[in-house]
């Protein structure tokens, strides 16, 4: 993932403008870490902070049309910009970059070509002929965006929030799937698929249909000229992206620069569920695997950093980055820049454990929807700027926007959690890939509960942090808060600590006004209490706090072909705990 810093229409064009816009380019190089550009059209300033997957030799921005009046600045990876420039054979381009394509279309359709780009992206668009500019965001927010505006007028448009909240009267979060034009003033929304407008779909679970989605999706995010690798924690979603990769690397482009054994990562407290499944799912897979381990002292001690670079005080968030801040610097530290990841999965099939308490399709289908709508804010945000932090880029295929479509067109009856028929959370995407003739994985992973990432690297990950925030939050200060924090008042003294420290960071009101607030319990909305009030009295973002379905109290048939494992438990009651399936001592993971 790249950086991008775009300050427009300011009202000065002076030496010292330039080197103010690129004192907070800087603040985003630990994004693009490979080159720095920065161009100048009067009181208008594109800067660009590159990491280097595409042509790293020559792929560099800010980007440009034939006659250089067309310029662009963009983070981000065009999957299908080799059929988009088959598209446009009247245009030559400088360089093999992805992003090239991005000026050319502009130059062939105008401000409607946004919707034509498959691929995660956040760019500005400056067209020196008129001086009007265009600045866009992918359809998810897999990217992260933010835009400002100045009190002479000007807009500023950045990456991370770090770069404009300093010069910036107002600023806010860029939304999703939404175009910003200069020439109209304002947003609108290039990103209308039919799940949108929340209205129940009603076309019938294919496996087969959903699968081939999944597989193309993936496929897709082979495309690197860098060396890559998946992250794996061993549970469903990771555990997927992992198995598909394997099965079609051999052929593309990566594998003849890279070779074919593909490597996995993983994070976790020394003897945590993630280790030990991931370690499973890399053995029966055939990954080179890395572990990395971490303690909770190491933990506490990067929270401040992840903060910084997060740019929220969700708890959620904050505890479920900061593992993944710690791996990605290792990660890094190998050699690879790029991961896939398997983020958005739970969104999309009411992966969470509070989806159990669903009490129509109708509803079921209404949250999901509410979810992916605000994955920016918390999943794709997290996924995206621990990895920016160190240099390395995730790529998410879940949420790809073919795949997002066949998905959500699945008649959500289908994916209604109903024990009676031992359909566990996510069962239409167990079962897409539940091949017999040539299995993606084993059964008893397949088939493997729901584990959130803060939960599953080490349970004590949570209660450390519990505890360390209770030394530096006294009841005093508790008792207090909502005079401190009258907007988004923290409940608890881990969220208070977080809070101390984002100000600190960033102090500005529009600022805080940037990270969303509310209940939640097993990263719910306020739906799940909605759904099954008990759950009021425990509002907490783990896993564990989904009384009555995590593993422990949680009981559901399971296909009776599952084959036990060496040490497993063996399957003689269809009717087994979820916990019976795993070998002892393993626990189960996302």
Known sequence: MCGILALLDCSSDSQAKRVRVLELSRRLKHRGPDWSGLYQHGNCFLAHQRLAIIDPASGDQPLYNEDKSIVVTVNGEIYNHEELR?????????????????????????????????????????DTKDNNFIAARDAIGVTPLYIGWGLDGSVWISSEMKGLN?????????????????????????????????????????????????????????????????????????????????????????????????????????????????????????TVHHEFHFTVQDGIDAIEDVIYHIETYDVTTIRASTPMFLMSRKIKSLGVKMVISGEGSDEIFGGYLYFHKAPNKEEFHHETCHKIKALHQYDCLR?????????????????????????????????????????????????????????????????????????????????????????????????????IY?????????????????ERFFPENSARLTVPGGPSVACSTAKAV?????????????????????????????????????????????????????????SIST
């Open 86 to 126: 088959k598209g446009l054979p009247t245009h030559s381009f400088r360089t093999g970059s992805d992003c090239d394509v991005i000026a050319h279309l502009y130059e062939e359709h105008g401000e409607n070509f946004v919707d034509m780009l498959d691929g995660i992206f956040s760019f500005v668009l400056l």
């Open 166 to 286: 300093d010069e910036c009267e107002h600023f806010e979060v860029f939304p999703p799937g939404h175009l910003y034009s200069s020439k109209e003033g304002g947003f609108k929304r290039w990103y209308n698929p039919p799940w949108y407008s929340e209205s129940i779909p009603s076309v019938p679970f294919d496996p087969i249909v959903l699968r081939k989605a999944f597989e193309k999706a993936v496929i897709k995010r082979l495309m690197t000229d860098v060396p890559f690798g998946v992250l794996l924690s061993g549970g469903l979603d990771s555990s997927l992206v992992a198995a598909v990769t394997m099965r079609h690397l051999a052929g593309t482009k990566a594998a003849k620069q890279w070779g074919t054994q593909l490597h996995s990562f993983c994070v976790g407290l020394e003897g945590s569920p993630d280790l030990k499944a991931g370690k499973e799912v890399a053995n029966h897979l055939g």
């Open 383 to 483: 996924a995206n700027k621990a990895t920016s932090a160190w240099g390395l880029e995730a790529r998410v295929p879940f949420l790809d926007k073919e795949f997002i479509n066949v998905a959500m067109s699945i008649d959500p009856e289908s994916k209604m959690i109903k024990p009676d028929l031992g359909h566990i959370e996510k069962w239409v995407l167990r079962k897409a890939f539940d091949d017999e003739e040539n299995p993606y994985l084993p059964k008893h992973i397949l088939y493997r509960q729901k584990e959130q990432f803060s939960d599953g690297v080490g349970y004590s990950w949570i209660d450390g942090l519990k505890a360390h925030a209770a030394k530096h939050v006294t009841d005093k200060m508790m008792q207090n808060a909502a005079c």
């Open 486 to 502: 009258p907007h988004n008042t923290p409940t608890t003294k881990e969220a208070y600590y977080y809070r101390m420290i984002f």
């Open 530 to 586: 909605e759904w099954d009030a008990q759950w009021s009295n425990n509002l907490d973002p783990s896993g564990r706090a989904a009384l009555g379905v995590h593993v422990s109290a949680y009981e559901t048939p399971v296909p009776t072909n599952i084959t036990a494992g060496q040490g497993s438990a063996n399957i003689t009651n269809k009717k087994a705990r979820i916990v019976d399936v795993v070998a002892p001592g393993l």
